[in-house]
Protein backbone atom coordinates (compact mmCIF):
# COMPACT_ATOMS: atom_id res chain seq x y z
CA UNK A 1 0.00 0.00 0.00
CA UNK A 2 2.86 2.55 1.10
CA UNK A 3 4.14 1.91 -2.88
CA UNK A 4 0.73 2.23 -3.99
CA UNK A 5 0.48 5.53 -1.79
CA UNK A 6 4.09 7.08 -3.08
CA UNK A 7 3.23 6.03 -6.72
CA UNK A 8 0.51 8.29 -6.62
CA UNK A 9 1.72 10.69 -5.01
CA UNK A 10 5.01 11.07 -7.14
CA UNK A 11 3.03 11.05 -10.39
CA UNK A 12 0.58 14.24 -8.92
CA UNK A 13 3.51 16.19 -8.76
CA UNK A 14 4.57 15.19 -12.01
CA UNK A 15 1.69 16.09 -13.93
CA UNK A 16 0.79 19.12 -11.72
CA UNK A 17 0.85 22.54 -13.56
CA UNK A 18 2.64 24.43 -10.80
CA UNK A 19 5.80 25.39 -12.02
CA UNK A 20 8.54 27.80 -10.72
CA UNK A 21 6.59 31.18 -12.56
CA UNK A 22 3.48 30.51 -10.93
CA UNK A 23 5.18 29.95 -7.50
CA UNK A 24 7.22 32.70 -7.92
CA UNK A 25 4.76 35.68 -9.54
CA UNK A 26 7.39 37.85 -9.73
CA UNK A 27 9.36 36.57 -12.42
CA UNK A 28 9.45 36.45 -15.24
CA UNK A 29 9.09 40.32 -15.77
CA UNK A 30 8.51 42.40 -18.88
CA UNK A 31 9.71 46.05 -18.89
CA UNK A 32 9.87 49.11 -21.60
CA UNK A 33 13.53 49.25 -22.47
CA UNK A 34 15.25 51.77 -20.87
CA UNK A 35 17.13 54.80 -22.49
CA UNK A 36 20.52 52.79 -22.03
CA UNK A 37 19.03 49.64 -23.77
CA UNK A 38 17.79 51.74 -26.80
CA UNK A 39 21.02 53.56 -27.26
CA UNK A 40 22.88 49.83 -26.42
CA UNK A 41 20.82 48.57 -29.84
CA UNK A 42 21.55 51.27 -32.16
CA UNK A 43 25.08 51.40 -31.17
CA UNK A 44 24.46 47.25 -32.52
CA UNK A 45 23.04 48.24 -35.44
CA UNK A 46 25.71 50.86 -36.67
CA UNK A 47 28.16 47.80 -35.63
CA UNK A 48 26.56 45.89 -38.40
CA UNK A 49 26.00 48.34 -40.75
CA UNK A 50 30.01 48.83 -40.48
CA UNK A 51 30.60 45.86 -41.02
CA UNK A 52 28.65 45.18 -44.04
CA UNK A 53 29.02 48.36 -45.79
CA UNK A 54 32.78 47.73 -45.72
CA UNK A 55 32.95 44.41 -46.68
CA UNK A 56 29.98 43.91 -48.60
CA UNK A 57 29.22 47.46 -50.19
CA UNK A 58 25.66 47.33 -49.00
CA UNK A 59 24.38 48.80 -46.01
CA UNK A 60 21.64 47.83 -43.46
CA UNK A 61 17.99 48.67 -44.09
CA UNK A 62 15.74 47.32 -41.68
CA UNK A 63 13.58 45.37 -44.51
CA UNK A 64 13.48 41.81 -45.16
CA UNK A 65 16.73 42.72 -47.81
CA UNK A 66 18.86 42.37 -44.41
CA UNK A 67 18.46 38.52 -44.54
CA UNK A 68 20.44 38.20 -48.01
CA UNK A 69 22.83 41.05 -46.02
CA UNK A 70 23.31 38.97 -43.23
CA UNK A 71 23.54 35.54 -44.57
CA UNK A 72 26.56 36.99 -46.60
CA UNK A 73 28.33 37.73 -43.36
CA UNK A 74 27.70 34.45 -42.16
CA UNK A 75 28.87 33.01 -45.77
CA UNK A 76 31.92 35.04 -45.64
CA UNK A 77 33.04 34.61 -42.20
CA UNK A 78 32.88 38.28 -41.61
CA UNK A 79 32.74 37.77 -37.95
CA UNK A 80 35.16 35.71 -35.60
CA UNK A 81 33.34 32.80 -33.36
CA UNK A 82 35.08 34.69 -30.42
CA UNK A 83 33.42 38.07 -31.35
CA UNK A 84 30.20 38.00 -29.33
CA UNK A 85 29.09 41.83 -29.32
CA UNK A 86 29.42 41.66 -32.91
CA UNK A 87 27.87 38.12 -33.44
CA UNK A 88 24.69 39.22 -31.12
CA UNK A 89 25.07 42.32 -33.36
CA UNK A 90 23.54 40.12 -36.10
CA UNK A 91 21.03 38.94 -33.87
CA UNK A 92 19.66 42.55 -33.70
CA UNK A 93 19.53 43.07 -37.28
CA UNK A 94 17.80 39.97 -38.05
CA UNK A 95 15.37 41.43 -34.67
CA UNK A 96 15.08 44.26 -36.78
CA UNK A 97 13.70 42.66 -39.92
CA UNK A 98 11.51 40.54 -37.76
CA UNK A 99 9.78 44.16 -36.30
CA UNK A 100 9.51 45.03 -39.52
CA UNK A 101 7.19 41.97 -40.21
CA UNK A 102 4.93 41.91 -37.49
CA UNK A 103 3.50 44.75 -35.48
CA UNK A 104 2.53 43.06 -32.51
CA UNK A 105 6.27 42.50 -31.46
CA UNK A 106 8.06 45.06 -29.93
CA UNK A 107 11.87 45.22 -28.24
CA UNK A 108 11.49 44.66 -24.33
CA UNK A 109 13.25 44.14 -21.39
CA UNK A 110 12.44 40.31 -20.19
CA UNK A 111 13.95 39.30 -16.82
CA UNK A 112 13.73 36.02 -15.10
CA UNK A 113 15.75 34.07 -12.91
CA UNK A 114 18.97 34.14 -15.12
CA UNK A 115 19.16 37.20 -15.81
CA UNK A 116 18.22 40.21 -17.96
CA UNK A 117 17.54 40.29 -21.92
CA UNK A 118 16.82 42.11 -24.61
CA UNK A 119 13.90 40.76 -26.35
CA UNK A 120 11.19 40.96 -28.87
CA UNK A 121 7.65 40.43 -27.15
CA UNK A 122 4.47 40.15 -28.35
CA UNK A 123 2.32 43.38 -26.88
CA UNK A 124 0.88 42.86 -23.54
CA UNK A 125 2.05 39.58 -23.16
CA UNK A 126 5.16 37.82 -22.06
CA UNK A 127 5.43 35.48 -25.12
CA UNK A 128 8.79 36.65 -26.19
CA UNK A 129 11.64 35.26 -28.52
CA UNK A 130 15.07 36.22 -28.21
CA UNK A 131 16.42 36.93 -31.85
CA UNK A 132 20.07 38.20 -30.11
CA UNK A 133 21.28 35.05 -29.74
CA UNK A 134 19.63 32.95 -32.71
CA UNK A 135 22.46 33.19 -34.99
CA UNK A 136 24.95 33.92 -32.55
CA UNK A 137 25.04 30.36 -30.23
CA UNK A 138 25.30 28.77 -33.77
CA UNK A 139 28.21 30.96 -35.45
CA UNK A 140 30.28 30.66 -32.26
CA UNK A 141 30.75 26.84 -32.58
CA UNK A 142 31.33 27.09 -36.09
CA UNK A 143 28.06 26.52 -37.52
CA UNK A 144 26.78 28.64 -40.70
CA UNK A 145 23.37 29.44 -39.97
CA UNK A 146 20.40 29.97 -43.04
CA UNK A 147 19.54 33.58 -42.36
CA UNK A 148 16.29 32.71 -43.87
CA UNK A 149 15.51 29.45 -42.27
CA UNK A 150 15.98 30.81 -38.54
CA UNK A 151 13.71 34.05 -39.51
CA UNK A 152 10.98 31.89 -40.85
CA UNK A 153 10.49 29.33 -38.15
CA UNK A 154 11.32 31.98 -35.26
CA UNK A 155 8.47 34.00 -36.77
CA UNK A 156 6.28 31.26 -37.53
CA UNK A 157 6.87 30.48 -33.57
CA UNK A 158 5.54 33.73 -32.58
CA UNK A 159 2.52 33.52 -35.29
CA UNK A 160 1.59 30.69 -33.65
CA UNK A 161 1.11 32.80 -30.53
CA UNK A 162 -0.96 35.90 -32.15
CA UNK A 163 -4.93 36.59 -32.31
CA UNK A 164 -6.01 34.69 -35.81
CA UNK A 165 -6.37 37.76 -38.70
CA UNK A 166 -9.68 38.99 -39.82
CA UNK A 167 -11.55 36.81 -42.66
CA UNK A 168 -9.43 33.89 -42.05
CA UNK A 169 -6.60 34.92 -43.57
CA UNK A 170 -3.11 33.30 -42.54
CA UNK A 171 0.27 34.77 -41.64
CA UNK A 172 2.73 34.38 -44.01
CA UNK A 173 6.67 35.01 -43.05
CA UNK A 174 8.29 34.93 -46.90
CA UNK A 175 11.67 35.74 -46.68
CA UNK A 176 12.10 37.76 -49.42
Not at 8 to 33: G, K, N, R, W, Y
Not at 88 to 116: C, F, H, N, T
Request: charged share 30%.
Amino acid sequence: MNKLLSSAVLLLVMISPCSHAQIDPQFPTVEALSWTDSSYLAKQRARVDRLTRENTGTPIRGDKSDLNTLQRVVDRELVANDDKLTLQALGVVLADVMLSDEPALAWKIYEDRRGRSRALCINDTKDCLFPVTMLSRRMKVGLKPDVKKVYVEAMELVGAQLPELPYGEKREYLPY
